[in-house]
């Protein structure tokens, strides 16, 4: 099975507060600590340990587990604005098993901070639009 271990979207020009601030209502997830993709790379799913809701290009409130679940495509082409290189971060799992028998790689994920625009956020059963 052919693996890609570690990906990232190439950096933008935008800061952190230029995405955020450009933004009436959404939600800034900040901590990952789950990432997955199907073996055919079509569904994917990010979720944090903590997040906060943008309100009028404003950071408020927490928000507990938020959770990205859709399909890879519409992920991808809903990226309106991607942040510079010096916001990048690339952190990583030590083992992501896929396939049959399962084949366990090193991999990294990360990169600069990116801006999705009409994607849902919330448990898999719901969400914020």
């Known amino acids: 099975m052919a693996r890609m271990t570690t990906v990232a979207l190439e950096p933008g020009d935008a800061d ?18 789950v990432t997955d993709i199907d073996d055919n ?6 979720g944090g340990e903590i997040g906060w809701r943008i309100r009028h290009g404003r ?18 082409r809903s990226c309106d604005r991607i942040g510079s290189a010096d916001e ?18 090193h991999t990294g ?5 990116a801006r999705f625009r009409n994607v849902s956020v919330g448990p898999p059963e719901g969400g914020i639009r």
Do not use: M, N
């Not at 790379?41 to 990010?46: A, G, P, T």
């Not at 950071?59 to 991808?76: G, K, M, N, V």
């Open 59 to 76: 950071l408020t409130e927490p928000i507990a587990r938020p959770y990205l679940y859709t399909d890879s495509h519409r992920l991808l």
């Open 16 to 33: 952190l507060e230029t995405l955020i601030g450009d933004i009436d209502e959404g939600i800034y997830i900040t901590t990952d600590v």
């Open 41 to 46: 790379r079509e569904l994917c799913s990010f």
């Open 109 to 113: 994920q990360g990169g600069p901070p």
């Open 88 to 105: 990048s971060v690339v952190t990583g799992i030590l083992g992501c098993g896929k396939g049959q028998p399962w084949q366990f790689i």
